[in-house]
């Protein structure tokens, strides 16, 4: 049987996308890269802003028509799903089943169900440590891969859905982690990202290892090279993790950390927990403990409530601390959410405006501080062919920046000393220099 599966949103999603190709794929099944060639297509969902529900919608409607051309078996998991439960199949009563995100190791017998014409719907959150505990398998000399650490979120900022679909938290034993990385190590992993949607309240520091700890352990593996974590919540963000900058020589030089807002009075009313002075302090730790760290973030604007001066002040903050880059995003009102219900909401074309002014601010300083590696020697993980040259191979560099140079196929999943001859917007250019890279 051949199968085709879909992703829509974030690293988690991803990676869940990962872990459902994995148990597929276990069971003889074939995957292909058309929707059109396959017997069987999964759409895995993203419920975060509405704009990625209509992409969904939209697709659906396409995919109907190819049900209706061939036969084809559809299933839909993650987070919509979860949102919607059993309206899920009303509202696209054409589907052959679907999963919640805490389900998705049902995969195969919802295939199989559907394939009798038994529609399996499943949004429990029971299976959680099942879902939890699939391991993607990856290809042999793959030089990254992600680890799940732990599943949900407790903080219930009064935008986000995510709490309402992922769950509670819920962390995974150190010990079952450490032996998932010891295996792709064997594998050929040389780079590993622990990933969660809050990773540094990981066990909230009870029971079992915690977070700095779980840092410590991942450093001293050998085979290990590079360490990386996504995502952080800044009132996480512990003296001691901090501290993992300086001591943990395999901990990359990259913090993601996502402040939303730079007005107080708006990240009171996001629950973040957080002023903006507080955020800017634990960047000042971060920088003391390494002094080269790239720090990249998240941030909406026009969230309700957001006036002139609140907007100013998330603009002020993104000038003074010059990110290495940032995702930004218009509010998008969510249902479920406590924000959902709050007054003054700012009018659509007033937040596109706000974000087009934020975005040419943030777009100049991203290439200013790409144009300022130009002839600096960086370390780079060679992770595949460049999509844009054949002749071309791309990688990242510590501080995350994706950098491409002409050069060999097989020096892929190698690090490679190259040398930094431009810097783009979104993107640098460099010459591969043969001396081993001793930084
Ligand atoms: N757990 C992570 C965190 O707290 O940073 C990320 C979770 S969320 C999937 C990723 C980003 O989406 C958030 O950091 C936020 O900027 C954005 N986001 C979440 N809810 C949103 C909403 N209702 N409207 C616009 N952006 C939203
Ligand atoms: Fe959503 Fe806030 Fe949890 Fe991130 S920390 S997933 S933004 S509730």
Excluded: W
């Amino acid at each position: 049987m051949k199968y085709y599966v879909e992703n829509f949103g974030c690293q988690m999603n991803e990676h869940d996308v990962e872990k459902i190709s994995t148990l597929l794929l276990v069971a003889g099944y074939e995957r292909v890269r058309e929707p059109s060639g396959a017997d069987v297509v999964i759409v895995n969902t993203c419920c975060v802003r509405e704009k990625a529900e209509q992409k969904f919608y939209s697709l659906m409607g396409r995919l109907r028509t190819l049900k209706r051309r061939k036969g084809t078996l559809l299933g839909v998991t993650g987070c919509i799903p979860q949102l919607e439960k059993k309206d899920i199949a009303e509202k696209l009563p054409f589907i052959d089943f679907s999963l919640g995100p805490s389900s998705i190791h049902r995969v195969k017998e919802a295939v199989e169900s559907a394939s009798r014409k038994e529609r399996l719907l499943d949004f429990s959150d029971n299976g959680c440590a099942a879902s939890l505990h699939v391991r993607p398998q990856i290809a042999v000399g793959t030089p990254k891969a992600f680890i799940t650490i732990m599943k949900g979120c407790d903080n219930y900022c009064s935008y986000c859905i995510v709490p309402y679909v992922r769950g509670r938290e819920k962390s995974r034993q150190s010990s079952d982690i450490l032996e998932e990385i010891r295996v792709l190590v064997d594998r050929g992993v040389r780079e590993v990202t622990l990933l969660g949607q809050n990773v540094n309240s990981y066990n909230k520091g009870q029971n079992d290892l915690s977070f700095p700890k779980l840092l410590s352990e991942v450093n001293s593996m050998s085979g290990v090279e590079r360490i990386r974590f996504v995502t952080s919540h800044p009132k996480d963000l512990s003296g001691e993790l901090i501290d993992c900058f300086g001591s943990l020589e395999k901990l990359c030089q990259h913090i993601h950390l996502p402040f939303q807002s730079g007005s107080d009075k708006i990240l009171r009313l996001m629950n973040r927990g957080y002023t903006a002075d507080e955020y800017k302090e634990k960047l000042d730790l971060l920088k003391n403990r390494c002094n080269n760290i790239a720090i990249t973030a998240d941030c909406i604007v026009g969230f309700p409530g957001e006036d002139e001066k609140d907007f100013e002040a998330t603009m002020m903050l993104v000038k003074s601390v010059r990110f290495d880059g940032l995702f930004s995003f218009c509010y998008s009102p969510r249902k479920l959410t406590q924000a959902a219900s709050l007054p003054d909401s700012v009018p659509r074309e007033e937040s596109m405006h706000r974000l087009q002014e934020l975005q040419s601010v943030q777009k100049a300083v991203t290439s200013e501080k790409n144009r300022a590696l130009e002839g600096t020697k960086v370390e780079v993980l060679v992770e595949g062919m460049s999509k844009n040259s054949s002749l071309e191979l791309t990688g990242r560099t510590r501080s995350n920046k994706i950098v491409n140079f002409k050069g060999d196929r097989n020096l892929v999943g190698e690090l490679v000393k190259v040398e930094i001859v431009k810097g783009y917007a979104n993107s640098l250019k460099g010459t591969r220099l043969k001396e081993v890279y001793d930084a």
